[in-house]
């Protein structure tokens, strides 16, 4: 893969910015990917180090030895980034100074037609972080009926046409098996109407990559857990790429950083709570014009940061 394909980092400054780079701090890269926030946070700052996390053994493996060149503060761990917990007790670190998450798919996924995230080229309908692990997106589509389809391509793309371009996978597959990524896309293409730029398939790609990962479960299971593993003062910056991801990052921000959790009819607070960190994005933060105009793949970007309260200890 090019270098410069390898190693575009959405919204890279603001990402320094928010996770405030600080000497012999120490940082989770929860979707570590190509490696690029990571080299950028190594570059900031000489002394602090990262600890890398993905599920992806291909990518990890890649990436670890492109940033071997940083020695002993730069460490891995295969797995999830809701198994954080596992991941610290591993490297024999407590709590963090901060925590990032680019819930984006990397490039080197997109631009490999092996792995069948994309449909720019021909490819095996797999869609598995983990290699191997589980069913890929073509077990899914053969096993689905129509209701059960529909239900996914609604519930996990927000497809307006999700109806419809059930019912086609559904008689596609009676005259064969559908398990390449472009006959896919030209599938839902002749029967779901083009809106916008995007291509007809995008939303369908997403619903299936969503489910095959399980990434809205592992999305969750994480915010439960989060602050358990931040300082005070630490910061958790989290990059989504659709509706689905930003409106759990949005709503545990916002109840984290509520001083009352009682029924909003009660007369008064009962409850006694106290706001456990500080918003630092009121508003959502978006790639600009310019970065959007030398990444595409930013345009869809949205990230939101908060800082852990001393008093949430």
């Not at 890929?136 to 999700?162: C, F, I, K, N, Q």
């Amino acid at each position: 893969m090019p270098e410069s394909r390898r190693h575009v980092s959405v919204l890279a400054h603001e990402v320094l910015a928010y996770l405030r780079v600080r000497p012999r701090a120490r940082y989770v890269d929860g979707t570590l990917g190509d490696g690029g926030h990571t080299q950028r946070l190594f570059e900031a700052e000489p002394t602090l180090e990262v600890l890398g996390v993905d599920r992806d053994s291909l990518t990890l493996a890649a990436t670890a030895e492109r940033l071997s060149i940083f020695g002993g503060r730069f460490r891995t761990y295969h797995g999830n980034f809701d198994e954080l917990g596992a991941a610290l007790a591993q490297v024999g670190w407590d709590r963090v100074d901060g925590i990032l998450l680019d819930l984006g798919v990397s490039s080197r996924q997109l631009d490999d037609p092996t792995r069948g995230f994309g449909f720019r080229a021909g490819g095996p309908l797999d869609m598995r972080m983990t290699p191997g692990e589980g069913p890929s997106a073509a077990d899914v589509l053969a096993t689905s009926d129509e209701r059960a389809l529909t239900e996914l391509l609604w519930r996990y793309g927000e497809e307006p046409s999700a109806r419809r371009i059930a019912r086609a996978i559904v008689a596609e597959r009676v005259r064969r098996p559908i398990t390449d990524t472009v006959a896919l896309a030209d599938l839902v293409a002749r029967v779901a109407p083009r809106r916008g730029s995007l291509h007809p398939a995008t939303r369908v790609f997403q619903a299936l990559r969503i489910v095959v990962n399980g990434e809205l479960d592992h999305l969750d299971a994480f915010l439960g857990e989060a602050l358990e593993w931040l300082r005070p003062g630490a910061r958790l910056v989290i990059i989504a790429y659709h509706s689905l991801e930003d409106r759990r990052v949005k709503r545990a921000f916002q109840e984290w950083a509520s001083s009352c959790r009682c029924p909003p009819a009660l007369p008064r607070c009962g409850c006694g709570a106290r706001a456990r960190v500080r918003l630092l994005t009121r508003k959502v933060v978006t790639p600009s014009t310019e970065e959007v105009a030398e990444n595409r793949r930013a345009r869809s970007a949205r990230l939101r940061a908060v800082e852990v309260l001393e008093s949430a200890a």
